[in-house]
């Protein structure tokens, strides 16, 4: 396959690129645009970027909302309940039906790798083992990450440790863990240490839902990082929400950051879900309870986002487009700076393939994977502002999805 005429990030020439046995074969710059040759692909100055990542999605939970009863307060704990009132209804074909769909819909945006969640507090597993046969499943296809999640908590739900275990030994890639819904601090504590032992044991990575409250006391994170520290095991960490970052006073902060700068895990931060879930408690001022997304990339420590749901007992609305966490994500973070639209990318791309462990194989570059999109704007700026529709994807020299341009058909109006 060979690409001509193609902007690449953070570089104002037009590029050609070329596709054999599906890896990128050679990448050169151009003097001005060219007419593209006979079975090419022209991608007329549009920016050509590696896939979007997805790296935190509840995929058993996709497109429930409403079944049986609707969250109605809007808070992370309702939905753990509404959510328990569906789970008794899980089967297999439920599962991937609903999977399938979220799925395509996420390839419909560019995505081509997704870490899931999958519910394990569940004595049938039933989550869990549909995603992870569908990951070898779809193998080919897409990248799918299932990580181990204990929904109720890895110490309070009955025999939690002993589902994990059978989670992990069916082949869940990620060890999960919800500290802040433990009955308990000291059991909080406890889940964070078994995760890291978990981890070592079975040789997975590690994603938590961290600190997702706005209690200032919830502070779980120091713990896995410290963990992940000492176990040198940093890179293959995550912490995702840690919305209650939000509330810590900043000199307790400050004391925070150089832990996690030393320790060196990664971030995940679900911006249209957290503003959704966060401040429920709140009358006014109403806290946002986004984590430190700005501080967090200012220390240099690795932060991406996620879109957490769609349609499910959490969070009603969700499209698979991560254009649209990005926008909300930079707006509630307050990373309006021209620096900031540069480099926005970086938050739904690269951030995310390291958070993933799979920077190795992704990225536009010789060598690597042929797989990229293309978006609609020649930077990352002119991407995000115009908002438009990914137009292309292609996955290892083949086009997976493709997509007219939008355009409008009347004529023109007040420059009549
Ligand atoms: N479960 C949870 O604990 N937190 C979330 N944000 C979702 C599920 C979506
Ligand atoms: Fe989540």
Redesign the pocket.
């Known amino acids: 396959m060979k690409i001509v005429n193609a902007r690449l990030r953070q570089k104002p020439q037009l590029h050609t690129l070329e596709i054999t046995a599906g890896l990128f074969s050679q990448i050169s710059e151009q003097s001005s645009s060219i007419e593209c040759p006979e079975g090419a692909i022209d991608a007329g100055g549009m920016l050509l970027c590696a896939p979007f990542v997805e790296p935190h999605i ?1 995929l058993d ?1 996709a497109l429930t909302a409403g079944e049986p009863n609707w969250n109605q307060s809007g808070t ?1 704990f309702e ?2 309940e509404r959510w328990s009132e569906r789970k008794p209804m899980l089967n297999e074909a439920d599962i991937r039906r609903r999977v399938l769909e979220t799925i395509e819909l996420l390839v419909q945006n560019g995505v081509q790798h997704i870490r899931t969640h999958a519910d394990i507090s569940d004595p049938s597993l039933v989550g869990l083992k549909t995603l992870c046969t569908l990951r070898d499943e779809l193998k080919d296809k897409i990248d799918l990450q299932v990580v181990a999640f204990p ?1 109720d908590g890895l110490l309070s739900f009955p025999n939690g440790l002993q589902l994990m275990e059978e989670a992990l030994e069916f082949g869940a890639d990620v060890v999960g863990g ?1 500290p802040h ?1 433990e009955y308990t601090r000291d059991l909080g504590v406890e889940s964070m240490k078994t995760v890291i032992e978990l981890a070592k044991k079975y040789d997975r990575l590690v994603d938590v ?1 961290c600190d ?1 409250i706005d209690d200032p006391n919830s502070r779980f994170l120091e713990v896995l990082a410290c963990e992940a520290l000492f176990n040198e095991l940093g890179s293959r960490v995550t912490a995702s ?1 840690t919305t209650a970052m939000h509330s810590y006073d900043n000199a307790y902060c400050s004391k925070l950051f150089r832990l996690l700068k030393n320790s060196g895990i990664n971030f995940i931060s ?1 911006p249209t ?1 957290s503003i959704h ?1 966060q401040g429920r408690f709140d009358t006014y001022p109403k806290r946002r309870g986004l984590t430190r997304v700005k501080e967090l990339r200012e220390a240099g420590i690795n932060v991406c986002f996620a879109e ?2 769609i349609f ?1 007992p ?2 009603s609305l969700g499209n698979g487009k991560l254009l649209r966490s990005l926008d909300f994500g930079l707006h509630i973070c307050q990373m309006m700076g021209y620096r900031d639209f540069e480099s926005a990318l970086d938050l739904i791309t690269d951030n995310s393939a390291r958070t993933l462990n799979i920077q190795d194989r992704y990225g536009i570059e010789t060598g690597k994977p042929g797989n990229f999109i293309l978006l609609d704007g020649e930077d990352d700026y002119s991407v995000l502002r115009k908002q438009g529709d990914v137009l292309l994807s292609v996955r290892l020299g083949e086009v997976i999805m493709q997509r007219e341009p939008a355009r409008v058909t009347s004529a023109r109006y007040i420059q009549d």
Do not use: V
């Open positions: 509840h939970a992370l939905g753990i929904q919800i819904f839902h997702e929400h679900c879900e879930l957490d749901s499910d959490w969070y």
